[in-house]
């Protein structure tokens, strides 16, 4: 199985025995204490992560294939669960996404660990590959299930690409966060940007067609 297809176990190792959640929390947290510490990816070994957990190499092998699939493991455990959506309305559920994005932007910034973390990622396909599978994909389909809703409510035009559309209302959050790690990121700049979004992007009523 590619790291891409890789999903969290919650069902329990071979041969029955039940999995222990507090070692597991153990050697990810271990790895995170090296990434915090500047080591690469290159430079970790599972003989080094086993030590820093305070476990046998053998306690993770029964539980990850190798450090990438571990790592794996560790970007999922640094990334903020996705926020609960209010369902008011289109506007309000991509206001209550964007916000997340820019939560995480702002960790981002101030986390060495997670500076550390996505340098590492880009600098392997596989694990590139498994992180837009595991986080990157299903962030996107959320996105884009708010705004069909949106077209099928009657709260955004039909004739529009959602997924350029979905593109267009990440990008400045995007942006700010990794082009421009300077810019500031308000607390209201989701709102301002789903709101100047939707401002052009609403159905015309037929009463505002006819005058």
């Known amino acids: 199985m590619s790291l891409a297809e890789r999903q969290p176990r919650h069902d329990g190792p071979a041969r029955g025995r039940p999995r222990s959640e507090a070692v597991e929390r153990a050697i990810i947290e271990g790895l995170m204490r090296l990434l915090e510490e500047g080591v690469s990816l290159a430079e970790l070994s599972i003989e080094r992560v086993a030590r820093t957990a305070g476990v046998g190499k053998a ?21 903020p669960p996705e926020p609960p959506l209010p369902g008011t309305s289109m506007r309000d559920d991509l206001v209550a996404l964007l916000e997340q994005a820019r939560l995480r932007g702002l960790a981002k910034r101030s986390s060495a660990i997670l500076t550390n973390v996505h340098a590492q990622m880009k600098s392997s396909p596989k694990i590139w590959a498994a992180y837009e599978a595991t986080v990157l994909a299903p962030r996107r389909r959320l996105g884009l299930e708010i705004l069909r809703r949106g077209q099928e409510n009657g709260e955004l035009r039909t004739d529009v690409d959602l997924e350029l559309l979905g593109d267009m209302f990440i990008a400045p959050v995007l942006v700010r966060s990794v082009l421009r790690p300077d810019a500031e990121l308000p607390d209201d700049l989701a ?21």
Do not use: C, M, N
């Open 59 to 79: 306690t993770i092998y029964r539980r990850w294939s190798g450090k990438e699939e571990l790592f794996v493991d560790v970007l999922r455990a640094v990334e």
């Open 191 to 211: 709102a301002q940007v789903v709101d100047t979004l939707l401002e052009g992007l609403r159905p015309v009523t037929s009463a505002a067609h006819g005058s």
